[in-house]
Structure formats: structure tokens, C-alpha cells
């Protein structure tokens, strides 16, 4: 398996580092897995692309893989990643939520990153690697805006030129996220067309892509659109379970956990945690998705539920769609997981049977946020509360191992979770 990042970075006082491993990516997987040699998990993936994009995907596609496995560019990636990202996130032993499961389950700390959320590991990883491919300026969509302020971040950051693309209505719904997205020296363009929201915006970034693809990178979010974006997307995140195994080991003595949760929307923060277990087939990988008011009901998006095989921005993958293949507009409580597609690699995962797919309700994970909050005095981000209340979901035995990744912190969340005990209160 290839691995990403180095070890170099790792704390000194950590004294359960593995050994030294090759830190270069190898230019194929061997893993049935991650991606083949041409751009396929299985039946899913590929890059289905107006031929104007093309140059611009293909430069993307040939030199990704060699660009990451310069020692320049771990050197300056991992530096970020520990001074300016915060890494590594803390693997904590939550105790009081492990009593009440009677099991032992882990927080893998992605809400402590700088800006919240695990999202700012790949946007780091992809500005660097648009700086050695001689662009000048990023482009961005964002639903949510949460993709938009850690690419601004980023920008900021190495002095780059930031473009993100948002949807009028989302603009209107999310505008905390667009002033930071502004004070972070970005600008922000609405999509004005169609529904007005993420499909309209990501619509906008490919026809700005598509005329300018020489001094143009795009910034994509999750670990969704053409081939190379899913792989580069989930290796860029990879780091989340790199630091796992030693941080279990250390902890409790074994790299591998029983059980790793983790919400899914595009399902980057998934990907990034399960990386390096894909292999590790007695590792019960959980994908957890959002049922919005319940699958029965058209209010959902659990997409490997509710979908068929479709293509969706440049990727085969599963979709909510109607007969005749139009996109059925999701619904979530959190705006992250608020996708109608999702990441070909959970197409994949799923037809293998590789990773067991739940949905929590919105319901179930706000719920579940409360219980973190009250248990842990940690407000998880809606999105992560998500995975939390697929706990309620599993047999657990008492000595189990169960790690959930925590994708990101809940203040921003703050207004939605007061609502919502209001509402439960009246
Ligand atoms: C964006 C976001 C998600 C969903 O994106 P994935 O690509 O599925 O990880 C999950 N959690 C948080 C906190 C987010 O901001």
C-alpha cells in the first residue's frame, strides 16, 4: 500500500513510532481497494469529462503521483500539517461515552485541525501541489462554505489568488462562512443559475476551469469527481489513519481497532480514516450516512441507500436520481453531508462488501451531538455527530476497539443544535 506521509514530523515523545517506512507514494495500488492504473475502483470512478477539460484533468492525472513523492514536498507538507494545521489530532480515549457502551471507543481529534474540520488537510496538500504545476490562481466551489473558507484559508496562506464559486441561495443561507471566505482575502462569485446552489456552483468552477486551464487549479473538496481527484483527495486525508495506528498502538498496544466510524458525504473524512485499513479485513469499516428525516421519506441523503449507478461531476458512482437519471435534490440537517452522489470508492466498497453503510437520522445525530457535549464537553460538528449516533447501531463487545473519526468541531453548528432543543422543548 502506498503510503503519503512520511513519519519524519512525529512527535519526538512519541517512543511507539513504527519503523521508517518508504514515504513515496507507489504509482499503483495493489490494493483491490484504491484506485487501478486507470482511474477505476472496480466498476466506479473514471474521469467522465467535456473534452475542454481534458488537458487540464490529464496535466492533473500525470503528474499528481510524482509530485507528491518529492522530498521537497513532504518536507513543506508536513511542517504545515504540524505548525500550521495542528498535527497530529489527539486520539483520545473518550471514557465516560465508553462506559455507557460498555465497549472502548476513541476520538480521532479532526475538530482540533485550524479551521475545524479535517477538510484544511487536503486543501494544504493540493495548493502545494498547484504551486509546483506553475499556477497562479485557485478556484473553488463550496455548498456549505465549509470547502470555501479552507481553500481561502489556504490561499491566504501562500499568498494565491482565490475564486470560490457559491450558489446565490446557499450564499444567503451560509453567510458567516461567506464573510470569513471574504476576510480571508477571497472572492466569492454566486451561481446564478438553476437551483442556485452546490451542482450550479460546481457547474460555474468547470466553465472558469475549462477557460483557464493554464494558470487555473481547481480545488476539489471530497473525495468525488474525475479521476485523479478521489485518490489524491483520500491520500491527502490518509494522514488521519497514519497517525491512528501508532497512536493506538500506543495506546493500546495493537495498530489496528475493531471498528473505525466515520460520516460520509463525499466521504473525505471517511476515506482519510480508513486508508490505511483497507486492507485490514478485520477492521469493520462503517461508513455512516445521513438519513435526513429517514430513507422512506424524500427527505434524505443516503445516497448508497436511496441511489443508482449514474455519473455524477466526471465520476461513475451512485447518485440519487430520478427514472429517467435528473438529480434528486438531498436533504440533510448538516449542510456537509447535504450530497447527492458520493465518492466512487464507497460504490465500490459497498458492491464488495468491504464496509458496512449506516444512516443516522437527523434526529438520531443531533441527539447524539447533545450526548457528546453533555458526556465529553466536546460539541461535535453535525456532521460528525453523525457517526456518533451510529454507535447506537452496533453489538459491541467489551473489549472491543472502536475508533470514530470526529470530522469537525460544532460551533458552527451552534444555532441548528439551539433550535432544535427548542423545538424538542415546546
Ligand atoms: C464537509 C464536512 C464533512 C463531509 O465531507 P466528507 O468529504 O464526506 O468528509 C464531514 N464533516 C465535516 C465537519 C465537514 O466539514
Not at 462554505?145 to 450564499?171: F, K, N, P, R, S
Not at 451542482?199 to 494558470?215: L, V
Not at 497517525?243 to 493500546?252: D, G, N, P, S, V
Not at 450530497?339 to 468491504?354: N, T
Request: a negative charge.
Amino acid at each position: 500500500m502506498s503510503k503519503l506521509a512520511n513519519e519524519q514530523m512525529k512527535p519526538e515523545t512519541q517512543n511507539s513510532k513504527p519503523e521508517t517506512q518508504n514515504p513515496k507514494p507507489k504509482t499503483q495500488n495493489p490494493s483491490p481497494f484504491q484506485v487501478d492504473e486507470n482511474g477505476y475502483y472496480g466498476n466506479f470512478g473514471g474521469a467522465f469529462i467535456p473534452e475542454m477539460l481534458y488537458p487540464n484533468v490529464e496535466e492533473l492525472r500525470q503528474r499528481y503521483l510524482g509530485i507528491m513523492a518529492e522530498p521537497s514536498f513532504q518536507q513543506e507538507f508536513q511542517q504545515l500539517l504540524k505548525d500550521y494545521v495542528g498535527r497530529p489530532s489527539p486520539l483520545y480515549f473518550a471514557k465516560r461515552l465508553s462506559e455507557k457502551y460498555q465497549t472502548n471507543i476513541f476520538l480521532k481529534r479532526e475538530d482540533l485541525n485550524h479551521t475545524g474540520a479535517h477538510k484544511v488537510n487536503n486543501t494544504l496538500g493540493q495548493i502545494l501541489l498547484a504551486k509546483r504545476l506553475g499556477k497562479q490562481k485557485i478556484i473553488a466551489e463550496t455548498g456549505a462554505g465549509q470547502h470555501g473558507v479552507a481553500t481561502a484559508t489556504v490561499c491566504a496562506l501562500m499568498g494565491m489568488e482565490c475564486i470560490v464559486y457559491m450558489g446565490e441561495v446557499d450564499i444567503a443561507r451560509q453567510r458567516p462562512n461567506v464573510e470569513r471566505m471574504l476576510m480571508l482575502g477571497a472572492q466569492v462569485i454566486p451561481a446564478l443559475t438553476g437551483s442556485r446552489t452546490l451542482k450550479d456552483a460546481t457547474n460555474e468552477a468547470m466553465r472558469h476551469w475549462i477557460n483557464h486551464p493554464t494558470d487555473t487549479h481547481y480545488i476539489i473538496g471530497s473525495v468525488v469527481g474525475p479521476h485523479p481527484y478521489p485518490d489524491m483527495v483520500a491520500r491527502f486525508q490518509s494522514v488521519i489513519s497514519e497517525e491512528m495506528r501508532w497512536q493506538l498502538k500506543a495506546q493500546t498496544g495493537r495498530e489496528n481497532p475493531d471498528y473505525i466510524l466515520a460520516c460520509v458525504g463525499g466521504g473525505s473524512n471517511a476515506a482519510g480514516a480508513f486508508y490505511h485499513y483497507l486492507d485490514e479485513e478485520e477492521v469493520k469499516l462503517v461508513a455512516v450516512e445521513a438519513a435526513g428525516h429517514g430513507v422512506h421519506t424524500d427527505k434524505s441523503a443516503a445516497t448508497t441507500f436511496l441511489g443508482k449507478v449514474g455519473i455524477l461531476h466526471g465520476s461513475k458512482t451512485l447518485l440519487m436520481q430520478t427514472a429517467d437519471g435528473q438529480v434528486i435534490e438531498p436533504h440533510s440537517i448538516s449542510a456537509g453531508l447535504d450530497y447527492p452522489g458520493i465518492g466512487p470508492i464507497y460504490a465500490h466498497l459497498k458492491e464488495k462488501g468491504r464496509a458496512i453503510f449506516l444512516s443516522a437520522t437527523d434526529a438520531e445525530s443531533i441527539e447524539a451531538g447533545f450526548l457528546l457535549a453533555e458526556m465529553e464537553g466536546i460539541i461535535p460538528a453535525i456532521e460528525s455527530a453523525h457517526a456518533l449516533a451510529a454507535l447506537d447501531q452496533l453489538d459491541f463487545q467489551a473489549s472491543d476497539v472502536v475508533v470514530v473519526n470526529l470530522s469537525g468541531r460544532g460551533d458552527k453548528d451552534l444555532q441548528t443544535y439551539i433550535e432544535w432543543k427548542k423545538k424538542r422543548n415546546e
